[in-house]
């Protein structure tokens, strides 16, 4: 079972790979679990990968692979390749992608989580209208992309808190949820609309949230990250899972 603290993967939205050291340095053992992404990824030439990883932390490579089914599962076989704990695709590059990633990247590691981006916690309905032009509601969209990720022999999907119930309730309770979106009451929404706090995301089945600016921006990340991991166990114990 995933403690309170394993849960908490604080994204390292850097453009500078001294930014990050620091950050990290800073909050040392409180923390377990980072995500990096495409910005400092491509600014540090993948070298975070490497300091992240002698510095025995979880990685969550957040780099969306997305295109033709053999280009998206090269890809893969290189992230497959690094000392991360679990990387993404896009679910909406269709089943025969996801299942060639799955096939071609567990073969170099099958402990790798692999998931599948549904929505884009920045959309909100009428982006999914004018995008897509779909029929779908926008939590039928991700029900329906998390279904195909099932399908496809992924490990989870990235979704709101708003859809990760429904979500373990179509896909199982094992298939995990890895969830951004989330603000603490005491930090701004920014750019993100389907927003939920810590306690809320976990009790409505988020299995790992994906916390950034309300930590990385704060003057002082450490009590931030802190107070965060607290608000995760009020979840977990409201919700009956420590």
């Known amino acids: 079972m995933f403690t309170a603290k394993d849960r908490m993967i604080i994204a390292l939205d850097f453009p500078t790979i001294d930014k990050a050291i620091e950050l990290v340095e800073k909050i040392g053992a409180g923390v377990t679990f980072y995500k990096v992404g495409l910005e400092l990824f491509l600014n540090s030439k993948g070298e975070i990968i490497e ?52 096939e071609e990247s567990k073969k170099i590691n099958p402990d790798n989580l692999i998931i599948g981006v549904t929505v884009l916690t920045s959309l909100g309905e009428e982006d999914i209208k004018e995008t897509f032009e779909s029929k779908f509601t926008l939590k039928e969209l991700a029900l329906n992309l998390a279904n195909l990720a099932k399908n496809s022999g992924l490990d989870g999907v990235v979704c709101s808190p708003w859809e990760a119930r429904s979500i373990k309730e ?73």
Request: proline residues 5%; charged residues 25%; hydrophobic residues 40%.
């Open 170 to 242: 179509k896909c199982g309770k094992e298939f995990k949820t890895v969830c951004p979106g989330v603000r603490p009451k005491w930090a701004a929404t920014n750019d993100q609309q389907r927003i939920m706090t810590p306690k809320d995301a976990i009790k409505n089945g988020c299995d790992f949230l994906v916390v950034g600016r309300p930590i990385t921006k704060n003057e002082d990340p450490v009590k931030a990250a802190q107070m965060v991991e607290e608000e995760i166990l009020e979840g977990m114990k409201e919700a009956g899972i420590c």
């Open 51 to 102: 300091y992240l990883a002698n510095k025995n932390k979880k990685i969550f490579l957040d780099l969306k692979f997305h295109d033709i089914p053999n280009t998206t599962a090269m890809a893969s076989v290189f992230a497959a390749k690094q000392n991360v704990f679990m990387f993404n695709v896009h679910a909406s590059g269709g089943t025969k992608m996801m299942k060639k990633v799955v």
